[in-house]
């Protein structure tokens, strides 16, 4: 991939998404015009701070019997950025790299409120950049979307330049596909602008009602979605939700698409389907919402990385839902799927060293490209 204007050096990419499963960690090496991924690891995030970010991150009152809400983002902040400086120093170590090889850590935090459509739009991600820079003596860039904010911008997705960087092909149409929390494309027409958007959930809920039926963190292979039958009812009621009808730049969180906003679908169906069922629906409601905003000009191939191009009855319901498209992992791009979004924060955070833009506003809507976060000197 070309990378002829960074500087040449290690760089350190975290990341946390909205499914609040683990902290990715990849080590990148940016040398002779090419930016590639060294070593990499993912930290399972706790389950009980996993459960205090997903309280956190549900809009709503605070709960009466619950702790007091700025106490607690003020631990959060604290707690995750612990933690995030724990993944650094364990990748470092398994990989046996010195920390005064790593020019710096791209760190992206843990977002707890993406409101970019609301009065006073503003995107909050935790995990002290402080403490990272203190306890692993790395430079660490962090806080990069809320540059793009105050541009105008959605300050989401940020990944479609490194998707352009890593998988665009002169000849053939592509677009990206990440399957985190939410899912994002990122188109690739050649010859023309990037463009990129989220398209609804991907694994959110999917992930939530796992939790709550199986009692496990997620459909392991999306098993439990392919014995159900799609529900076509609430299906159509979900296709319904106003987010997905808005033309890009558009992106979204976990506070749109929230067990609260299922169970009053449910409520409103007038029938309860199985709980298989409703697992069948929320996966084809993940491949459609994706492949109707493919379907004007499909791709020659979609590119699929993050948690959910593991999962083959979604990669399976994609591929059938886009006949004329070549549906595949990013690993067949030598990347793996888990590793595509740390790595596209490390990315990041040398270009903001290198003094170059990060945000791509035919994506954002922001009035210009801009140098985006701020540096933690080690
Ligand atoms: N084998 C699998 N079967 C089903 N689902 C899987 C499998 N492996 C991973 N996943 C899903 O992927 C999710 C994690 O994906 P990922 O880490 O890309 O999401 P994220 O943390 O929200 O990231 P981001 O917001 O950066 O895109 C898990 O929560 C799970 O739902
Ligand atoms: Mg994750």
Same mark, same amino acid.
């Given at each position: 991939?070309?990378?002829?204007?960074?500087?040449?050096?290690?760089?350190?990419?975290?990341?946390?998404?909205? +499914?609040?499963?683990?902290?990715?960690? &990849? !080590?990148?090496?940016?040398?002779?015009?090419?930016?590639?991924?060294?070593?990499?690891?993912? $930290?399972?995030?706790?389950?009980?701070?996993?459960?205090? /970010?997903?309280? %956190?991150? %549900?809009?709503?009152?605070?709960?009466?019997?619950?702790?007091?809400?700025?106490?607690?983002?003020?631990?959060?902040?604290?707690?995750?950025?612990?933690?995030?400086?724990?993944?650094?120093?364990?990748?470092?170590?398994?990989?046996? &790299?010195?920390?005064?090889? &790593?020019?710096?850590? @791209?760190?992206? @935090?843990?977002?707890?409120?993406?409101?970019?459509?609301?009065?006073?739009?503003?995107?909050?991600?935790?995990?002290?950049?402080?403490?990272?820079?203190?306890?692993?003596?790395?430079? &660490?860039?962090? #806080?990069?979307?809320?540059?793009?904010?105050?541009?105008?911008?959605? @300050?989401?997705? %940020?990944?479609?330049?490194?998707?352009?960087?890593?998988?665009?092909?002169?000849? $053939?149409?592509?677009?990206? =596909?990440?399957? @985190?929390?939410?899912?994002?494309?990122? !188109?690739?027409?050649?010859?023309?602008?990037?463009?990129?958007?989220?398209?609804?959930?991907?694994?959110?809920? /999917? #992930?939530?009602?796992?939790?709550?039926?199986?009692?496990?963190?997620?459909?392991?292979?999306?098993?439990?979605?392919?014995?159900?039958?799609? #529900?076509?009812? =609430?299906?159509?009621?979900? !296709?319904?939700?106003?987010? %997905?009808?808005? *033309? *890009?730049?558009?992106?979204?969180?976990?506070?749109?698409? +929230?067990?609260?906003?299922?169970?009053?679908?449910?409520?409103?169906?007038?029938?309860?389907?199985?709980?298989? #069922?409703?697992?069948?629906?929320?996966?084809?409601?993940?491949?459609?919402?994706?492949?109707?905003?493919?379907?004007?000009?499909? *791709?020659?191939?979609?590119?699929?990385?993050?948690?959910?191009?593991?999962? *083959?009855? /979604?990669?399976?319901?994609?591929?059938?839902?886009?006949?004329?498209?070549?549906?595949?992992? +990013?690993?067949?791009?030598?990347?793996?799927?888990?590793?595509?979004?740390?790595?596209?924060?490390?990315?990041?955070?040398?270009?903001?060293?290198?003094?170059?833009?990060?945000?791509?506003? +035919?994506?954002?809507?922001?009035?210009?490209?801009?140098? !985006?976060?701020?540096?933690?000197?080690?």
């Amino acid at each position: 991939m070309a990378a002829a204007s960074l500087l040449p050096g290690y760089y350190l990419g975290l990341m946390s998404g909205t +499914s609040m499963d683990a902290v990715d960690a &990849v !080590l990148a090496v940016a040398e002779a015009g090419t930016f590639r991924v060294h070593a990499a690891r993912a $930290e399972p995030l706790p389950g009980p701070v996993a459960e205090r /970010l997903r309280r %956190l991150a %549900l809009p709503g009152p605070a709960d009466p019997a619950g702790p007091d809400p700025v106490d607690e983002l003020g631990a959060l902040d604290r707690l995750v950025g612990e933690l995030f400086a724990a993944a650094a120093k364990g990748l470092l170590a398994e990989a046996g &790299v010195a920390a005064s090889e &790593v020019r710096a850590i @791209g760190s992206h @935090g843990q977002t707890l409120r993406h409101r970019p459509r609301s009065p006073h739009p503003f995107t909050l991600q935790v995990g002290d950049p402080n403490l990272v820079a203190e306890h692993t003596g790395i430079t &660490v860039v962090a #806080d990069f979307r809320r540059r793009d904010v105050a541009l105008g911008g959605q @300050g989401a997705p %940020l990944v479609p330049a490194f998707h352009a960087a890593v998988f665009a092909d002169p000849r $053939e149409y592509r677009a990206v =596909l990440n399957l @985190g929390g939410i899912a994002n494309l990122t !188109l690739l027409p050649p010859g023309e602008a990037v463009t990129g958007f989220d398209t609804g959930p991907a694994n959110t809920l /999917l #992930d939530a009602w796992a939790r709550r039926h199986l009692g496990t963190p997620c459909d392991e292979d999306g098993r439990w979605a392919a014995a159900g039958r799609v #529900d076509e009812a =609430l299906l159509h009621r979900l !296709l319904a939700h106003p987010f %997905l009808a808005l *033309p *890009p730049p558009k992106s979204t969180g976990p506070e749109e698409f +929230s067990p609260a906003w299922l169970d009053a679908e449910l409520a409103a169906l007038g029938h309860a389907p199985a709980p298989a #069922d409703v697992q069948a629906t929320l996966g084809e409601f993940t491949a459609r919402t994706v492949a109707e905003m493919l379907a004007p000009r499909p *791709p020659a191939r979609l590119v699929a990385c993050g948690g959910g191009a593991r999962n *083959p009855h /979604l990669m399976g319901r994609l591929g059938a839902l886009l006949p004329g498209t070549r549906v595949e992992s +990013s690993a067949a791009y030598s990347i793996d799927p888990g590793h595509v979004e740390a790595a596209a924060f490390a990315w990041l955070a040398a270009r903001t060293l290198a003094g170059l833009p990060g945000n791509l506003p +035919s994506v954002t809507g922001a009035r210009r490209a801009a140098v !985006l976060g701020a540096v933690w000197p080690a």
